[in-house]
T-cell receptor, first 113, second 114 residues
Framework: KAGVTQTPRYLIKTRGQQVTLSCSPI?????VSWYQQTPGQGLQFLFE???????NKGNFPGRFSGRQFSNSRSEMNVSTLELGDSALYLC????????????FGSGTQLSVL | AQSVTQLGSHVSVSEGALVLLRCNYS??????LFWYVQYPNQGLQLLLK??????LVKGINGFEAEFKKSETSFHLTKPSAHMSDAAEYFC????????????FGKGTKLSVKP
């Protein structure tokens, strides 16, 4: 069974630009969660999608948004990039049925210059 | 609000020695507790998960963790460290009513000396 796939692996952007990250969950998983990982703040929850609907949201500004498609693939978008958005963005998939076992991808390393 | 504290950002042990990584959660018992491991340039891999079924949880790679409600702790142990155990370890708790939302500790980087 293929794991969680995140693309691209690395991204370099400049301040003010926007970026879209992609995540393909494990086959059969309907829930996708996104996390931001930085050395200073650690791992922080961004949002979770289930069946194309955002079910839960963390404490991030509206510049961070996401969506989920009918095949459960998910995208995360960050608009008007700031230097502080530089981070590893991790996607995790689960069945969404409440067992909370999250399976993580390898992440997208975003650098904002 | 839930919180997780991992004592010690860096732990160093010799190969073959006991590994003990400490984790404390805030006073209210969360639905689930987890330990994840992260190798360099990789995502997080689930080591083990606590439900209410048993206080001692066995995970992969010889790791186990014991849930102690009286101490609000969920420490991770392994009897004998291996060089391949060198990685960063994260304790996490789930949030009531918020699926997919885990609160993570700051992580403990484990070094294993030959």
């Amino acid at each position: 069974k293929a794991g969680v796939t995140q693309t691209p692996r690395y991204l370099i952007k400049t301040r003010g630009q926007q970026v879209t990250l992609s995540c393909s969950p494990i086959s059969g998983h309907r829930s996708v969660s996104w996390y931001q990982q930085t050395p200073g703040q650690g791992l922080q929850f961004l949002f979770e999608y289930f069946s194309e609907t955002q079910r839960n949201k963390g404490n991030f500004p509206g510049r961070f948004s996401g969506r989920q498609f009918s095949n459960s693939r998910s995208e995360m978008n960050v608009s008007t990039l700031e230097l502080g958005d530089s981070a590893l963005y991790l996607c995790a998939s689960s069945t969404g049925r409440g067992d909370e076992k999250l399976f993580f991808g390898s992440g997208t390393q975003l650098s904002v210059l | 609000a839930q919180s997780v504290t991992q004592l010690g950002s860096h732990v160093s042990v010799s190969e073959g020695a006991l590994v003990l990584l400490r984790c404390n959660y805030s006073s209210s018992v969360p639905p689930y507790l987890f330990w994840y491991v992260q190798y360099p340039n990789q995502g997080l891999q689930l080591l083990l998960k606590y439900t209410s079924a048993a206080t001692l949880v066995k995970g992969i790679n010889g790791f186990e963790a014991e849930f102690k409600k009286s101490e609000t702790s969920f420490h991770l142990t392994k009897p004998s460290a291996h060089m391949s155990d060198a990685a960063e370890y994260f304790c996490a708790v789930s949030v009531w009513g918020s699926q997919g939302n885990l609160i993570f500790g700051k992580g403990t980087k484990l070094s294993v000396k030959p």
